[in-house]
């Protein structure tokens, strides 16, 4: 039983990566009806951003720091990549996503070089553990689960209760009605960017701890993501955490 439950705290640990990873997928999914396959390069460049400007700064600055400034870079990929085009086909915009995604990783590859680095723990150390049930659970861990629920709930209330997050659905469900209805379709998509990129920072600079982080280690939480994302259903946050959850369980208890 103890060997049990160690196996389904890191299962539900690397499922609430995932959710992370997928709901970024959403975002933008719910705004302009594309898969951004970059998103895993914003989960990477929050770990590496933050990792450097803790040594220069105290350690909630630099996440708090490394979260605007990819929030930046996110509106700016928008603005460079995306903006310009009309009416784009699916197949199209995959390949665009695509492209940027390996531009970020070389760049990051040339910035950070092919060291593998970690955020220290936000709180005790890697030997600090909660005993649950004969397993133990690193602080961290808690910290991963509780910052995944948090993000859920509030883009929940977000898309659902607030003027701006209905006008990004509506874009997503009609870009052309929305415009007619005084919205304007382009900074929706730019804002689906910015929160798409802010929360895939965040989660970068949480599972560092853990998972660590080095410039090729966005594209595979990319691909677990979008799993994820498609299990749950693309564009429902709320199922893409229990597809996550159950994707990270089943790998980890396969092992």
């Given at each position: 039983?103890e060997?049990?439950?160690?196996y389904?705290?890191?299962?539900i640990?690397?499922?609430?990566?995932?959710?992370?990873?997928a709901?970024g997928?959403?975002?933008?999914?719910?705004?302009?009806g594309?898969?951004?396959?970059?998103?895993?390069?914003?989960v990477m460049?929050?770990g590496?951003?933050?990792?450097?400007?803790?040594?220069?700064m105290?350690?909630?600055?630099?996440?708090?720091?490394?979260?605007?400034?990819t929030m930046?870079?996110?509106?700016?990929?928008?603005?460079?990549?995306?903006?310009?085009?009309v009416?784009?086909?699916?197949?199209?915009?995959?390949?665009?996503?695509?492209?940027?995604?390996?531009i970020?990783?070389?760049?990051?590859?040339?910035?950070?070089?092919?060291k593998?680095?970690?955020?220290?723990y936000?709180?005790g150390?890697?030997?600090?553990?909660?005993?649950?049930f004969?397993?133990?659970?690193?602080?961290?861990?808690?910290?991963?689960?509780?910052?995944?629920?948090?993000?859920?709930?509030?883009?929940?209330l977000?898309?659902?209760?607030?003027?701006?997050g209905?006008?990004?659905?509506?874009?997503?469900?009609?870009?052309?009605?929305?415009?007619?209805?005084?919205?304007?379709?382009?900074?929706?998509?730019?804002?689906?960017?910015?929160?798409?990129?802010?929360?895939?920072?965040?989660?970068?600079?949480?599972?560092?701890?853990?998972t660590?982080?080095?410039?090729?280690?966005g594209?595979?939480?990319a691909?677990?993501?979008?799993t994820?994302a498609?299990?749950g259903?693309?564009?429902?946050?709320?199922a893409?955490?229990?597809?996550?959850?159950?994707?990270?369980?089943?790998?980890?208890?396969?092992?």
């Open positions: 039983m060997l049990f439950f160690q389904m705290v890191a299962g640990t690397y499922g609430a990566i995932y959710s992370i990873v709901i997928f959403n975002i933008i999914y719910n705004t302009t594309i898969i951004n396959f970059a998103q895993g390069e914003f460049l929050g590496m951003i933050a990792v450097t400007l803790n040594n220069f105290p350690l909630p600055s630099a996440i708090l720091a490394t979260v605007l400034i930046i870079i996110g509106a700016l990929i928008e603005m460079i990549f995306i903006r310009w085009l009416n784009p086909s699916v197949l199209r915009m995959i390949i665009i996503t695509i492209g940027i995604s390996i970020i990783r070389e760049a990051a590859l040339h910035i950070w070089d092919e593998v680095r970690a955020l220290p936000f709180t150390t890697e030997v600090t553990s909660i005993l649950f004969g397993a133990h659970i690193s602080p961290q861990v808690l910290w991963v689960i509780g910052i995944c629920s948090v993000v859920v709930v509030l883009l929940n977000f898309f659902n209760f607030t003027m701006r209905r006008q990004m659905r509506a874009c997503a469900s009609n870009r052309n009605s929305a415009r007619l209805c005084g919205i304007n379709a382009k900074n929706m998509v730019t804002l689906s960017f910015v929160l798409s990129a802010g929360i895939g920072a965040l989660a970068g600079c949480v599972i560092s701890p853990i660590y982080v080095h410039y090729d280690s594209a595979p939480l691909i677990k993501g979008f994820v498609i299990f259903g693309l564009g429902n946050s709320m893409a955490v229990v597809a996550g959850l159950i994707l990270g369980i089943l790998e980890s208890f396969s092992i």
